[in-house]
């Protein structure tokens, strides 16, 4: 339902663009996000936007990290720079989905994409 894409290797300081399509049955898409689990943590917010646009940010990311969607294509996005190792985590994205009738919204959660932040 839900492919994640844009994980990798990179360095200290460096950039990655996460990117996260809903696939299947849709009638809209509502709330979106990126979530991510370091070794040995819990899942954490990264980053969420509203079906009208509205964004937030965990502490951790801001000014550093932008999320974006494109609703044309059923994608939504996480521009990360200054990557820090801190940020080596497995990014995770999420969607509320009405397969079929309007305001019925399921969540959905991607596969993950491993982002290792490393020298």
């Known amino acids: 339902q839900l492919q994640a894409y844009g994980g990798g290797l990179v360095q200290p300081g460096g950039s990655l663009r996460l990117s996260c399509t809903v696939f299947?049955?849709?009638?809209?898409?509502?709330?979106m996000g990126w979530y991510r689990q370091g070794p040995g943590s819990q899942r954490d917010m990264v980053a969420t936007?509203?079906?009208?646009?509205?964004?937030n940010y965990a502490d951790s990311g801001k000014g550093r990290l932008t999320i974006y969607r494109d609703d044309a294509k059923n994608t939504v996005y996480l521009q990360m720079n200054n990557l820090k190792p801190e940020d080596t985590a497995v990014y995770y994205c999420?969607?509320?989905?009405?397969?079929?009738?309007?305001?019925?919204?399921?969540?959905?959660w991607g596969q993950g994409t491993l982002v290792t932040v490393s020298s």
């Open positions: 999420n969607a509320g989905v009405a397969e079929t009738l309007p305001n019925m919204f399921s969540d959905f």
């Open positions: 299947g049955r849709i009638f809209s898409i509502g709330d």
């Open positions: 936007i509203t079906r009208g646009g509205r964004t």
